[in-house]
């Protein structure tokens, strides 16, 4: 024996060890070997089938046990019939007997026609008695009663052929003879009154054939022969003539012939009467023998029959045992290979319901509809991932959105601010020196050419300024330019964030759209529940109108109504997950259009901001305009110092343009300040 063989030994007891560990996995699974691709309607009609087959195969036992009992029964009713039979032969007998001494008693043909008919049905009854037997012991003892009743009728017709010769009646055969002759002699003697002893011979030749015609004693007819020798002799002592003797003489011959002829009928009658009379005592005998076959035939049939009723009813226990066993049998493993599956998926679902996305779901091959059910769990379990992870980058990029737009915008506020106080302050600061120089200006009017000079002097440094409040005023302008451009680009990334946030909006929906067809696969488990349960309930009916070959499938169907009303159940139950899930999609989806609403309220704000630095611009430019008179008042001062001797009042003109220059330009910084801290507080919240 080489290695490949004990390899291929090893592998295939394996292989037989581990049959069972299968057979065991898929009866706790329930992923039973070809009904996992078998539908379950399918194997509901199965099922109902292999009722169909074990019910006829019932039927078609007990059906056969009932065939059999009923030619038991039949042979019973032929041993019966054979009983009935031999019981009338066996009247008949006697019903002959009697027949055959009232017909030797009375001489009547009606009573031999009445023999003959009885003859004639105790042959059809043997006949049938022949027929009805096997070939046996009772068929050669009815044989032989057919014979016997053959013998009896045959010596029945000699009976009636020698009674026919002695004469029926006294009219008739050796009796009318006898009759004649008798009569002959009696006239004779009539004619001869005074003939002495012969009358008298006569009467006791009489009495003697009277005593043998009645009792057929060999006795009386000797003494008849006795009396006719007398009645001879008597003749020749008579007185008669002579001719008268020979006629008497001839006439006592006859009569003498007559009586002989009839004794020997007689005796002939007696011997064929005995026979019959034999012949028919025989017949008894042969007719019980037949009566103790069937007795004995019907004695063997009904133990016969109870033997087989015995078998029968073992039979047809362990045949319907063996149908209601296999029945239940595949009604468990069919109820196994349905509510195992559905329990597995229930319980995954439930993991699911908790958050726990890591649960396998079972039974996603299959075929039938619990694979179709597992499946749509599987697409409900990746749509609650793919929920969660897009939850979780909802949250991840409005975090960082926010964090990100926050930071900029406080920078940019910061940024603004400082610039924006420089500019002020600035402004402020150059304003009050431009003031003071005026006031200074007004006091020193008359202060005449001398503070003409001074007056230039702080012409010219006010124009100089007036200049740093112009460079101030242009780094105001693109520090507003900035922040318009931040505010742009803070718009752009809100915007994205509300497209953003759109897409989000319609993945929740697609996701609520999944939890609806969820929920027709749902619906789709309850009307399966549902028709299961109808299902159970024709089968419980089907079971009721079995009686009771149909209690073991009642129990079953029982079974399957409870696992139906179970899964029924179960989908109520898993109907309300999904009515939560989708209450909780709803939520979600009102959450993110909050979102989307408080990032378009930002977007807003962007606007607001954008709107507010365009004002801003707007007041730069103001200021920069004012910026640029004041340099043209400077200007104007300037020249205005040449000619300052000219007239005093133009000086004090001057003077108090410049102050109302400087009053100006404090007015609009004022709003710059009050602007530039709204629009601060707008922004940082």
Known sequence: MNLDTVTAEISGLSGRLSLPRRLRQGWDSGDMALLGDMPIRLRFGLLVLMALVAAATYGTVTHLAERHMESMLAAQDNYRRLNDLAGDVRAGAAVLQNLQELFVRERDMATADSFRREIDQMRRRLDTVTKLAADGPMTQAANRAGSEVGAIAAGFERVVAQSAALGLTEDQGLRAQLNASTKAIESELAQWPNVGPMSFLMARLRLAERDFMLYGEEASLRRHQGMVTQFDLAIDGSPLPASTREDFRKLLVIYAADLRAFAEGTRALTTELAGLRTGVGALQPAMQQILGFTRQGMADAIAAQDAERRATSRMVAVVGSLAAISFMIACLVLARSISQPIRRIQSAMEHLANGDHAVAVPGIRR?????????????????AIAMVRLQAEQHSIRAETEAANRTRLLSLANSFEDAVKRASDMVATNSVAIRETAERMAARIDSGENGSLTVAEAANQCRQTVAKVAEAADELGLSVDDITRCAGQASLIVQGAVLELDRSTDRIHSLSEVAGRIDRVVSLISEIAGRT??????????????????KGFAVVAGEV???????AQSTREIAEQIAAIQAATADTVSAIDSIGGAIRRMDDIAAQVSAAVSRQSDVTRRISGCVDEVIADTRIVSEGVAAVTQSAARYCG?????????EDLAGPAATLDREVDGFLSTVRG
């Open 533 to 550: 349960n109808m299902l159970a309930l024709n089968a419980a009916i089907e079971a009721q109108r079995a009686g009771e070959a149909g």
């Open 654 to 662: 001057s003077a108090i343009a410049v102050m109302w220059a400087a």
């Open 367 to 383: 075929k039938d509809e619990i694979g179709e059910m597992a499946r749509a769990v599987a697409v409900f379990k990746e749509n």
């Open 561 to 567: 109504k409870l696992l139906a009303q179970q899964t």
